[in-house]
């Protein structure tokens, strides 16, 4: 994109556990945009109050997410993470985005339809205007980027029709103030593909989940190395021996579902791990995935537990890149009051 340098945005709600498929269908990639981008990761906990939360669960969730961050690999010095509610611009821009979008493009959200349910009147307004909050987020970053989950895809479309329709409607003030033919740039999405989308282990056709009431349908990313042997041990799988090929895996959800762990967790495709271990019992192929699993998730469930063991320096850690992030967040806004034709200060 012409004009605009190249950063990365992306956001986490703290609500609750967070488990394998969040780890590699979205965090195993901001750890690797890392080395390419100047990324900012951010707790985004005024979307978690879109729906109702317990304040003292949603503090203790802001800090476990931020620490799985870090047990993770994201270096909160090289980049930034911080949590939402402490840079005011991202509420700030929000509104001016309420005024942007219009009500015909929010009515077409489908993740509004399924949150809201039956019961639409009495969903929150700030669940109705959620993606206006979302598009604040990256563009008051002016962020180039976005690794999200397929489930994303229709909000960032939203925000690249807001950043579209700001940069018309204000198009002469725009250039007036200096900013050329566009202030805002068209945020793209960097979708992970459907290799990486993790399933239950109770139920190969449905996704893994926080919200799953069996925990062993999870490994959540908080799991010691003892709570993620025993998941992967009594994860359901079918009487058949493996596959040697990949075809062989269709209409087998909890077989494909754990090869598919298996690739990505050892960084490798299904087929690689179906040459290895096709035609052998099932037990076998357990018997080294849970090894795996142990050897790539238990470690960060013990770095994350040695990081909440200690609050404050993670909330040192959320100051601190809230004050980086606002440097930024700030400089946007005043820009962004200047083409609406506020007076500031
Ligand atoms: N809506 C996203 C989700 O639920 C979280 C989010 C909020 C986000 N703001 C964002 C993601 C900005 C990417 C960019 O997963």
Same mark, same amino acid.
């Given at each position: 994109?012409?004009?605009?340098?190249?950063?990365?945005?992306?956001?986490?709600?703290?609500?609750?556990?967070?488990?394998?498929?969040?780890?590699?269908?979205?965090?195993?990639?901001?750890?690797?945009?890392?080395?390419?981008?100047?990324?900012?990761?951010?707790?985004?906990?005024?979307?978690?109050?879109?729906?109702?939360?317990?304040?003292? %669960?949603?503090?203790?969730?802001?800090?476990?997410?931020? %620490?799985?961050?870090?047990?993770?690999?994201?270096?909160?010095?090289?980049?930034?993470?911080?949590?939402?509610?402490?840079?005011?611009?991202? $509420?700030?821009?929000?509104?001016?985005?309420?005024?942007?979008?219009?009500?015909?493009?929010?009515?077409?959200?489908?993740?509004?339809?399924?949150?809201?349910? /039956?019961?639409?009147?009495?969903?929150?307004?700030?669940?109705?205007?959620?993606?206006?909050?979302?598009?604040?987020?990256?563009?008051? @970053?002016?962020?180039?980027?976005?690794?999200?989950?397929?489930?994303?895809?229709?909000?960032?479309? #939203?925000?690249?029709?807001?950043?579209? /329709?700001?940069?018309?409607?204000?198009?002469?003030?725009?250039? /007036?103030?200096?900013?050329?033919?566009?202030?805002?740039?068209?945020?793209?999405?960097?979708?992970?593909?459907?290799?990486?989308?993790?399933?239950?282990?109770?139920?190969?056709?449905?996704?893994?989940?926080?919200?799953?009431?069996?925990?062993?349908?999870?490994?959540? #990313?908080?799991?010691?190395?003892?709570?993620? $042997?025993?998941?992967?041990?009594?994860?359901?799988?079918?009487?058949?021996?493996?596959?040697?090929?990949?075809?062989?895996?269709?209409?087998?959800?909890?077989?494909?579902?754990?090869?598919?762990? @298996?690739?990505?967790?050892?960084?490798?495709?299904?087929?690689?791990?179906?040459?290895?271990?096709?035609?052998?019992?099932?037990?076998?192929?357990?018997? %080294?995935?849970?090894?795996?699993?142990? $050897?790539?998730?238990?470690?960060?469930?013990?770095?994350?537990?040695?990081?909440?063991?200690?609050? $404050?320096?993670?909330?040192?850690?959320?100051?601190?890149?809230?004050?980086?992030?606002?440097?930024?967040?700030?400089?946007?806004?005043?820009?962004?009051?200047?083409?609406?034709?506020?007076?500031?200060?």
């Amino acid at each position: 994109m012409a004009g605009f340098k190249e950063r990365v945005f992306s956001g986490v709600q703290p609500t609750g556990n967070l488990h394998l498929g969040n780890y590699l269908g979205a965090i195993t990639k901001f750890v690797a945009l890392q080395d390419t981008h100047d990324c900012i990761y951010c707790v985004v906990d005024l979307h978690a109050i879109t729906v109702q939360q317990d304040p003292d %669960a949603l503090r203790n969730s802001i800090r476990e997410v931020t %620490a799985a961050f870090i047990a993770c690999g994201i270096d909160p010095k090289k980049h930034i993470v911080f949590n939402q509610s402490q840079v005011p611009e991202h $509420a700030e821009l929000a509104w001016i985005f309420n005024c942007v979008a219009r009500l015909g493009w929010l009515n077409r959200m489908t993740q509004f339809k399924e949150k809201a349910g /039956k019961d639409r009147e009495n969903a929150s307004v700030g669940l109705y205007a959620y993606p206006a909050l979302m598009a604040a987020d990256i563009l008051v @970053y002016r962020a180039t980027h976005v690794p999200v989950g397929e489930d994303q895809k229709q909000h960032l479309e #939203l925000a690249r029709d807001i950043a579209q /329709k700001f940069n018309n409607d204000f198009g002469p003030s725009i250039a /007036k103030h200096g900013f050329g033919d566009a202030f805002f740039p068209q945020p793209e999405p960097l979708i992970q593909g459907p290799a990486t989308r993790v399933m239950s282990l109770r139920d190969g056709t449905k996704k893994m989940s926080k919200s799953d009431p069996s925990d062993y349908s999870r490994i959540n #990313l908080s799991d010691d190395a003892d709570a993620i $042997a025993q998941k992967v041990r009594k994860a359901k799988t079918d009487p058949e021996p493996l596959p040697s090929e990949e075809a062989g895996l269709e209409n087998r959800p909890e077989a494909d579902n754990l090869v598919g762990i @298996y690739a990505a967790l050892a960084d490798t495709t299904r087929e690689a791990v179906l040459k290895e271990f096709g035609g052998g019992q099932f037990s076998t192929f357990k018997a %080294a995935l849970v090894d795996l699993s142990v $050897a790539k998730l238990g470690p960060i469930g013990g770095e994350m537990k040695r990081l909440v063991a200690d609050p $404050a320096s993670i909330d040192a850690i959320l100051v601190d890149g809230a004050e980086r992030a606002g440097v930024i967040a700030r400089e946007t806004m005043n820009a962004v009051k200047d083409i609406v034709g506020f007076v500031r200060r």
